[in-house]
């Protein structure tokens, strides 16, 4: 079975500049999330959806970031335009709701390291 | 407040010697508590989880963890390192009652000396 695919896997761009992650999670896996990784800290949760609808995005900075899951398939987050500051791994995992289950393993990708010079 | 606390940023143990990595958590509701790991440029793998089950949880690689509430800890422990474990460790928790949302420590890193 395939795991979290994401891409690209390293990005450098310029400040002010835009920028795209994209995210394909396992497949039959109805959540998805996204998180931001600084420097030698632990990930924290950006957006999380439940299928197309966006559940929690209370930690996504919404005047420069946006993030879409059509379908309730793959996902994308944007970035535009990009600070210096957001130089950062960006997580997508994915997890699947089993009723019978009192938690639902989060599956992480490789993440996409974004440097903004 | 909800959280999870790493104690150490940094530990260094001899191939062969035990491991044991601190953390502590704090939660109004009762936690389900993780620990995963990162090894450079792969994602984060899960090495095992307590929810509410035994309280002594064991993973995969020959690791443990020991859920204690009246300390609110759940340190992993290895008995003997092996030079493949160097790696980020991260202690996480769902902590407002099941909802999904990890809670991740600052991690810490195990070096692994021959």
């Known amino acids: 079975e395939a795991g979290v695919v994401q891409s690209p896997r390293y990005k450098i761009i310029e400040k002010k500049q835009p920028v795209a992650f994209w995210c394909n999670p396992i497949?039959?896996?109805?959540?998805l999330y996204w998180y931001r990784q600084n420097l030698g800290q632990g990930p924290e949760l950006l957006i999380r959806y439940e299928n197309e609808e966006a559940v929690d995005d209370s930690q996504l900075p919404k005047d420069r970031f946006s993030a879409e899951r059509l379908k309730g398939v793959d996902s994308t987050l944007k970035i535009q335009p990009a600070e210096l500051g957001d130089s950062a791994v960006y997580l997508c995992?994915?997890?699947?709701?089993?009723?019978?289950?009192?938690?639902?393993?989060?599956?992480f990708g490789p993440g996409t390291r974004l440097t903004v010079l | 407040a909800q959280s999870v606390t790493q104690l150490d940023s940094h530990v260094s143990v001899s191939e062969g010697t035990p491991v044991l990595l601190r953390c502590n958590y704090s939660?109004?509701?009762?936690?389900?508590l993780f620990w995963y790991v990162q090894h450079p440029n792969k994602g984060l793998q899960l090495l095992l989880k307590y929810t509410s089950a035994a309280t002594l949880v064991k993973g995969i690689n020959g690791f443990e963890a020991e859920f204690k509430k009246s300390e609110t800890s759940f340190h992993l422990t290895k008995p003997s390192a092996h030079m493949s474990d160097a790696a980020e460790y991260f202690c996480v928790g769902d902590l407002s009652g099941n909802t999904g949302k990890l809670i991740f420590g600052q991690g810490t890193t195990l070096q692994v000396k021959p």
């Open positions: 497949s039959g896996h109805n959540t």
């Open positions: 939660s109004s509701y009762s936690p389900s």
């Open positions: 995992a994915s997890s699947s709701r089993s009723w019978d289950s009192n938690y639902n393993e989060q599956f």
